[in-house]
């Protein structure tokens, strides 16, 4: 018994529906626009904060002009400088920032309890009292 084309449309879509809403899909690509748009921030911090920082200590070394025959050498180590800038603004973001964050947050978690009110001591004297009694 062959389906007609209807029922394969709506059963197709009624797959694509299932595969497209469950949560590891949805998450995962909330994970890959955050992290396009976080790979965005870093690029620009990149090339317009730490870049010219870098320009003022080493003036007039600009490597894009570097050539090795035909070979590029020059744009080659630009990219390399940029990767390595790129991956430790990501190491002091993400693991020393976010990690002082999480352990200041852990800190306030682990603080010791207030101590009990009053009354609650007093009755706690008061049992321990007459357990000592019997």
């Known amino acids: 018994m062959a389906l007609d084309p209807?029922?394969?449309a709506f059963s197709f879509l009624g797959e694509f529906r299932?595969?497209?809403?469950?949560g590891n899909v949805i998450d995962l690509a909330v994970g890959v626009i955050i992290g396009a748009a976080f790979g965005k921030i870093i690029g620009s911090l990149v090339e317009n904060v730490?870049?010219?920082l870098?320009?003022?200590?080493?003036?007039n070394m600009d490597f894009k002009d570097w050539h090795l025959g035909k070979i590029k050498i020059g744009l080659l180590l630009n990219d390399v400088?940029?990767?390595?800038?790129?991956a430790m603004a990501l190491f002091i973001f993400i693991v020393k920032f976010i990690g002082w964050i999480m352990r200041s947050r852990k800190a306030e978690a682990a603080a010791p309890p207030p101590p009990p009110p009053a009354d609650v001591v007093l009755l706690t004297e008061i049992r321990d009292l007459l357990r000592t009694k019997q």
């Open 50 to 52: 730490i870049m010219p």
């Open 81 to 86: 400088i940029y990767f390595v800038i790129v």
């Open 6 to 8: 209807r029922a394969k």
């Open 18 to 22: 299932n595969f497209a809403f469950k």
């Open 54 to 59: 870098i320009s003022y200590v080493t003036p």
